[in-house]
């Protein structure tokens, strides 16, 4: 069974998932990373959701605002050995949830275009391709998507 908690970017396990998730992405982009690196800081992040199963802590995402009406999901990632049990699916359900709950209409996200399971799990949960926003504008190694999660 996979528990899940809401909590802060100041929890010692969303933490612990984060450098997991940072050393994880260093070896998928090189020094690509560096670029993506300085728009991924905790400290502007207040909204964090942590998965457990069996009181381990195994996957994680946050949401931060991006504008008035959507919330913008960060710092996704599972472990490797817990991947394919649906529990990022679960993660980010909660993340929309909490999203909703807060009075926001809509999510958005960027992810690397290398990163096919991540594409895969947005493209299932109901997330459309957009143009690049914002710092991901005319970056060819990053797609970024939206949904509408109001009621």
């Known amino acids: 069974m996979i528990n899940l908690k809401r ?5 010692p396990d969303f933490i612990a998932l ?4 940072d050393a994880d992405l260093a070896a998928r982009n090189g020094e690509e990373q ?3 690196g300085q728009f991924n800081k905790l400290d502007s992040i207040k909204h ?3 998965a457990y199963s069996q009181s381990t802590a195994v996957s994680c995402g946050a949401i931060k605002v991006f504008d008035t009406s959507s919330m913008e999901v960060k710092r996704m990632f599972t472990r490797p050995e817990a991947r394919g049990n649906g529990i990022a699916s679960q993660l980010l359900a909660e993340l929309e949830r909490w999203t909703a709950e807060l009075a926001f209409t809509r999510c958005v996200l960027e992810t690397g275009i290398r ?7 947005y493209q299932k949960s109901g997330y459309q391709l957009i143009p690049n926003y914002g710092q991901y504008a005319g970056v060819d190694t990053s797609v970024c998507f939206e949904k509408n999660i109001a009621g």
């Open 7 to 11: 909590t802060t970017s100041e929890d």
């Open 115 to 121: 990163h096919t399971e991540a594409i895969s799990l």
């Open 48 to 50: 964090v959701v942590v």
């Open 34 to 36: 560096n670029f993506y």
């Open 18 to 21: 984060v450098l997991e998730l």
